[in-house]
């Protein structure tokens, strides 16, 4: 039975918001059984079912809380749970851009935007999400406010997660942004990471990468049998040096050495020295060239 109300309460979020009601007819039911129903919901439905009237979002609003719906450190893929609670939540006024990861107001979209399939719906900037590491993304809107903060040094337009994830520095002649972070998601390899941001000769917005790489008793898979991305599975083991460059491959892969050059993205990285110790292999990897504009 609660099953049967389950698909009940999916079908009515996935209903058309045409002329909204005074009162959702969910409401008609005793707490007690949309109490039960609720848990038995897919995570992105509950969000939606919270969001639906303040009754339900006072019984529900934990939900909105789940670690599950962080930003993705990946490209778009429809197995994220944000990606899937993002498409639900689209109407009449407000379109999923899969290049921005967000919904954004139908007045950004091209007048026939509506008519595209929501995968392959862009707004009218075209710009990705930009993956620097396995834990920071920038959008597009991201880049023109740290660009922006580079030039006048303000920060009140920057999100919370933006501005605690860099560091100002101005040590040299040019103020650059700088960003640290470790990655020890991966069996037997351990990552830490310095990323610096700045203008380049060009005047346009580049990332630096240092990459500091310790590695036990990873077994690496060859180049040529890497796998695609698979979706939300798969990308704890993926680590970027750039879209189009897998970092463990580049490394384990000695022919590759000591540089490569993307010509997709002009991002080039090269092996600045590598070692061996007692607990195992280590590397130092440098990437420079990489556009974020």
């Known amino acids: 039975m609660l099953s049967f109300f389950a698909e009940k309460i999916r079908s009515f979020l996935r209903l058309p918001r045409e002329k909204p009601r005074s009162t959702p007819p969910l ?14 919901l897919p995570l992105p439905s509950r969000v939606c079912l919270a969001l639906s009237c303040k009754a339900l979002y006072g019984l529900f609003s ?15 893929c429809k197995t994220f749970n944000m990606t899937k609670l993002l498409l ?7 379109l999923y851009c899969r290049a921005c990861l967000k919904i954004q107001p139908r007045a950004m979209f091209w007048p ?19 993956d620097l590491c396995p834990c920071l993304s920038l959008t597009y809107f991201d880049r023109i406010r740290l660009e922006r903060w580079l030039y006048t040094g303000l920060t009140d337009t920057l999100s919370p997660r933006i501005r605690k994830a860099f560091q100002l520095s101005v040590a040299s002649v040019e103020p650059s942004l700088i960003h640290r972070c470790s990655w020890p998601d991966i069996p037997g390899v351990s990552v830490d990471l310095l990323i610096t941001v700045m203008f380049n000769q060009n005047q346009q917005l ?4 240092m990459y500091d790489v310790r590695m036990s008793d990873y077994n690496p898979i060859p180049w040529c049998r890497v796998p695609h991305f698979l979706g939300e599975e798969s990308y704890p ?4 040096l750039c879209p189009h460059v897998d970092l463990l491959p580049f490394i384990c892969g000695t022919h590759f050495w000591p540089r490569t050059y993307c010509y997709t993205c002009e991002t080039s990285a090269s092996v600045a020295s590598c070692g061996k ?4 292999n280590f590397y130092h990897v440098w990437t420079k060239g990489r556009s974020l504009n």
């Open 88 to 94: 639900q939540l689209q109407d009449d006024c407000w």
């Open 112 to 130: 026939r935007a509506a008519l595209v399939p929501p995968g392959l719906r862009e707004c009218i900037y075209t710009a990705r999400v930009i």
């Open 62 to 76: 934990s939900s909105l809380q789940d670690e599950r719906l962080g930003w993705p450190s990946l490209a778009a």
């Open 206 to 209: 580049e990332a630096q990468t």
């Open 237 to 240: 083991h993926r680590l970027y």
């Open 27 to 40: 409401l008609d039911l005793p707490v007690e059984i949309i109490s039960e129903i609720f848990p038995l």
């Open 277 to 280: 110790r007692d607990w195992g």
